[in-house]
């Protein structure tokens, strides 16, 4: 891909780290799917994700505080950390050690739903042109969305009916991703803009299940954190 690879200023321009970056994600990934020491690899996952997002990004998004890709990016990156650090909290012992990393990991996803409704509210045209033109009243889907946000993030700061919230909300990432980003990446399939995206959606669908199923099974473990 042309463009500065991947990595903090200091690291730009080295091929290496970007393969080390690959392998750690297949490795993680490999690690939670078949639940060989998932825990750990999704502490990993988490700090690697969140040290990414205040090295590489954050700088941007103070540099350019009215551009709104590098506030997208962050807190997509601040979400799926959380959901990272939900994942291993809901796979250790229910003893309490771990119940402050779970609603750090918890109020991350809150922050980054509210700052994506506010995108949405403020950028409803442009989320509107995404809509696929055969979906009627396409303003009225971007508007949707943005309060659908809203109403997670408030379910998952207050601590009440989260699994319904999160249940839904991963409903919703998960239509996106056959009705929107499925047929994008079709038609483009050399663009890495649209194959992210298409990740980036599915992956916040995973971590809305996350939230869903860690607070359905251990409802002890949270009321603790709550």
Known sequence: MAGPLPGPPWA??????AWFCCAGFIV???CIAMAMMARWAAMLLGGAVLLFA????????????????????VFELLAISGGAFVLAAS????????????????????VSLM???????MYAGFVAALVPAWIPRHLFWAYF???AFVAA????????????????LGLMFLLWVLLLHVPRVAASPRNGDEVTSLLVALAMGGVSFILAGAWENDRRVWRLIL
């Open 12 to 17: 730009r321009g080295g091929i290496s780290l």
């Open 54 to 73: 205040l090295v590489r990004w954050v700088p941007d998004l103070v540099a350019h505080l009215h551009n709104p890709g590098p506030w997208t990016v």
């Open 153 to 168: 993030a408030l379910s998952f700061a207050a601590g009440k009916v989260v699994r319904l919230s999160a249940g839904l």
């Open 145 to 147: 969305t943005g309060g």
């Open 91 to 110: 796979l250790a012992l229910p003893d309490g050690t771990w119940n402050g990393l779970a609603a750090v990991g918890r109020y991350m996803v809150a």
């Open 28 to 30: 993680c990934g490999v």
């Open 115 to 121: 700052i994506f409704a506010v995108q949405h509210f």
